[in-house]
């Protein structure tokens, strides 16, 4: 919902203002529009089951086997006073990113459940 709300208030300051302004605030409400699209529109981004994963994304869906999954793990790192934690599932030559707004749940306790399904 603040996505949309975001975009809305972008959407409206973009009709105030002169060319760049306009411009700028209109790009900030196409890209929080896309976002919260996303979000409605594929609203389980990450599933797993005894077969693998299957991560969803606005290019389709990707099922990935275990086999195939070479490492789980959290990437926490710290900048500007905020620290910001992503679950990294990295596949062959993909690497998938996961924030907690992505999954619903602290990346923390989705890697433990990952691992602890992984055979």
């Known amino acids: 919902m603040a996505k949309i709300a975001g975009a809305v208030l ?3 300051l973009a009709t105030i203002g002169d060319h760049h302004q306009l411009f700028l605030a209109g790009v900030v409400a196409l890209g929080l529009a ?3 699209m996303r979000d409605l529109v594929i609203p389980v981004r ?3 089951s005894a ?3 299957v991560v969803a994304g606005l ?3 990707e099922r990935i086997s275990w086999n ?3 490492r789980i793990r959290v990437d926490s790192r710290r900048r500007y006073g905020l620290t910001t934690e992503l679950l990294e599932i990295e596949a062959g030559d993909q690497v998938h990113l996961f924030s907690r707004f992505d999954l619903g749940s602290s990346v923390f306790d989705v ?3 990952l691992m602890k399904l992984r055979p």
Do not use: N
């Open 46 to 48: 990450l599933s797993a």
């Open 51 to 53: 077969d693998g994963l």
């Open 68 to 70: 195939d999954v070479d």
């Open 10 to 12: 972008f959407g409206v």
């Open 59 to 61: 290019a389709g869906r």
């Open 111 to 113: 890697a433990d459940a």
């Open 34 to 36: 896309v976002v919260a």
